[in-house]
């Protein structure tokens, strides 16, 4: 949350810099500062975000209240995922996100103060020139120090860095079959609707002996582990609302 005013980011590399700032206090947040990071993500607070600030530092805090919000905000509820998924995974699904966030920011005050195409594109080929989050908290990121690589070691570092994005995107994982009904036509038309789903908290696929809930509302489905649902506490729920749903109707 930007609770200390920052001097705003008028030209290109007022603009770069602010990024750079935001991005190191972020980096510091998911490698130095990760076990600070960590506790203060805990799952049983609200929906939580992680904020980089220009001067280098970081804060986890709850979502700004103003609608719409004076800046773009990064992303909301990663406290929810952090218990169920392994710490490296989601440290990276945050790196991810994070660097969404800062693209967003950047591009936002481009657009506020009437950056035309050159701007903009100086101000991404800046940007392009530096590690994202990701890379670096993955170990990823390679430096083009060298331009006269052959093709094929390009294609080769593409494959492999794409080997290594965050296990949440990519890796299924197994959930409990929906009940059974005496109709079999409806039963395998709700299976089919739901080995289509995957989780709205880490990103996962269907799977087959793992227990998941649906939003009422969205009518996403989520890993119950992720949402801090168990089977018995679904039981007492009428309508479930899950964190984001919920979060929207406490902001209006």
Known sequence: MEGIPHPIPRTVEEVFGDFKGRRAGLIKALTTDVEKFYHQCDPEKENLCLYGMPNET??????VEEVPPELPEPALGIN???????????????????????????????????FGKNERKRLFQMINEVPTIFEVVSGTGKQPKDQSVTHNNNSSSKSKSSSKMPE????????????????????????DDEQGATCGACGESYGTDEF?????????????KCVKITPAKAEHIKQYKCPGCSGKRARV
């Open 168 to 191: 949440p995107l990519t890796k299924a994982v197994k959930m409990s079959p929906p009940p059974k009904d005496d109709d079999e036509s409806g039963e395998d038309e709700e299976e």
């Open 212 to 224: 998941w809930i649906c939003c009422d509302v969205c009518e996403r489905w989520f890993h119950g």
């Open 58 to 63: 970081w804060e986890v805090n709850l979502p």
């Open 80 to 114: 929810f995922a952090r218990d169920g998924m392994q710490e490296k995974d989601w440290l990276s699904l945050v790196a991810v996100h994070s660097d969404s966030w800062l693209l967003a920011v950047a591009f936002y005050f481009g657009a506020r103060f009437g």
